[in-house]
């Protein structure tokens, strides 16, 4: 095919064909709105404001923190946070559970011992009588 059968099918002069301001405006307002309902532009304040908090942590004379106590402060309220999570990963019933498992062994041992013994007997039993 020539390219004015190609006009003449599309209807659209020659120019527009290999226009493509159209298409790309569609695909930058496809972005645009993607960008907006996933709210990216909240996670890029969020990233501005760590860097902000950061700068400012970095100007903070520590020596004045260390001198009015706020250090040690601060390192027993995360010494007390670790605790407190070091405590919710241990399973609550962690003794109560162990022993219910020893149970369980225990009984399932004393039955397969039992019926190991029933079939000894049956075993002796038919040898005698043969």
Request: net charge negative; proline share 2%; aromatic share 6%.
């Amino acid at each position: 095919m020539s390219i004015a059968n190609v006009v003449k099918e599309v209807t659209l002069v020659g120019e527009q064909i290999f226009d493509h301001s159209a298409v790309i405006r569609n695909e930058i307002e496809k972005f645009v709105d993607r960008f907006e309902k996933n709210e990216r532009h909240r996670e890029f304040d969020g990233i501005l404001r760590a860097s902000h908090a950061l700068v400012e942590a970095s100007e903070t004379p520590v020596e004045a923190l260390f001198d009015m106590g706020k250090m040690e402060k601060m390192t027993q309220e995360v010494d007390e946070l670790t605790e407190r999570i070091t405590k919710l990963s241990n399973p609550q019933y962690k003794e109560e559970h162990d022993k219910y498992l020893e149970n369980v062994q225990n009984e399932q041992k004393k039955y397969v011992d039992a019926c190991r013994e029933q079939a000894m007997i049956k075993m002796r039993n038919m040898v005698s009588n043969r």
